[in-house]
Nanobody, 127 residues
Framework: QVQPVQSGGGLVQAGGSLRLSCTASERTFSSYVVGWFRQAPGKEREFVAAITALWRGGNTYYADSVKGRFTTARDNAENTVYLQMNSLKPDDAAVYYC??????????????????WGQGTQVTVSS
């Protein structure tokens, strides 16, 4: 079991960048797949990105809407996963969540894969 804690987020102009962090105190954090999801008002929570467990190679996956603009990566020394968001658009505004789950090698884009959720952080993009 892990408890992700998020930081980062805030207000940025369109075209700007933000970095979100997802940290857990448990050393087993690197053995979980970590996903990023977002939820805008009135919309369902949607997949943004994922990074597989270290033992699976730390492979990354992205939603088409963020591919080429967002990057997720692990810093194992810091027990942290980052989401670097560049070229932000107003449509990217949402509450962003990180989540961890056991890595079974499939369904990384699905909510049910993830058992442990961060508290969420607001990202606002002004046009």
């Amino acid at each position: 079991q892990v408890q992700p804690v998020q930081s980062g987020g805030g207000l940025v102009q369109a075209g700007g960048s933000l970095r979100l962090s997802c940290t857990a105190s448990e050393r087993t954090f690197s053995s979980y797949v970590v996903g990023w999801f977002r939820q805008a008002p009135g919309k369902e929570r949607e997949f943004v990105a994922a990074i597989t467990a270290l033992w699976r190679g730390g492979n990354t996956y992205y939603a088409d809407s963020v591919k080429g603009r967002f990057t997720t990566a692990r810093d194992n020394a810091e027990n942290t996963v980052y989401l670097q968001m560049n070229s932000l658009k107003p449509d990217d505004a949402a509450v962003y969540y990180c989540a961890a789950g056991p890595d079974y090698g499939l369904e990384y884009t699905e909510l049910h894969t993830y058992r442990y959720w961060g508290q969420g952080t607001q990202v606002t993009v002004s046009s």
